[in-house]
């Protein structure tokens, strides 16, 4: 919905909005920045939302007593092992 709105800004902080997102007008360049800052709180929301996640997987889980290092050395060995049996 749009409406029209008489408020009072700082030009310099429109003009150098302006200029950072390519807007042609300054309504342009206040909807390009509003609809920005928008998305970015969506985003952060959303991460935030998956750190969540993943620290009550975490917690469920428990400390893991496997080296990652190790299941790399094992797949890289069924990957080649793989690869011999193809020749």
């Not at 007008?25 to 909807?31: G, L, Q, Y």
Request: proline share 1%.
């Amino acid at each position: 919905m749009l409406r029209h709105k008489h408020i009072r800004l700082d030009q310099e902080k429109i003009d150098t909005v302006k200029k950072i997102l390519a807007a042609e007008t300054d309504t342009e360049a206040i909807d390009r920045a509003l609809s920005k800052i928008i998305r970015e709180s969506k985003e952060r929301v959303r991460r935030e939302k998956i750190a969540g996640s993943m620290a009550r997987l975490r917690t469920a889980v428990g400390e893991v007593k496997e080296d990652p290092a190790e299941w790399v050395r094992l797949a890289r060995e069924e990957r080649n092992s793989g690869n011999d049996s193809r020749r």
